[in-house]
Nanobody, 115 residues
């Protein structure tokens, strides 16, 4: 098991940027594929992005492709989500995940995009 703590959420204007961080502790972070998911008010959860354990492969949902970038620093046990060109529809609670749906989840961080 790995413990995850997200940070970096907040309020951004449309067109603005935020960078989320997810710090991991416990087990061997570098062995996990890491993911970001989000849940907007009144909507179901959505997988946003993923990254292989060595960072060699990344995945993006169509809704964020070209605007969001996932990265990781295995030396710091941290995965990042750089979010640019934010839109109001990006407003959601963002969660970090290790290992997929049945893996470990963080507590979430709120991202609100509004003018």
């Amino acid at each position: 098991q790995v413990q995850l703590v997200e940070s970096g959420g907040g309020l951004a204007q449309p067109g603005g940027s935020l960078r989320l961080s997810c710090a991991a502790s416990g087990s061997t972070f570098s062995s996990y594929c890491m993911y970001w998911a989000r849940q907007a008010p009144g909507k179901g959860p959505e997988w946003v992005s993923g990254i292989y354990s060595d960072g060699s492969v990344t995945y993006y949902a169509d809704s964020v492709k070209g605007r969001f970038t996932v990265s990781r620093d295995n030396a710091k046990n941290t995965v990042y989500l750089q979010m640019n060109s934010l839109k109001p529809e990006d407003t959601a609670v963002y969660y970090c995940n290790a290992g997929g749906g049945k893996g470990s989840w963080g507590q979430g961080t709120q991202v609100t995009v509004s003018s």
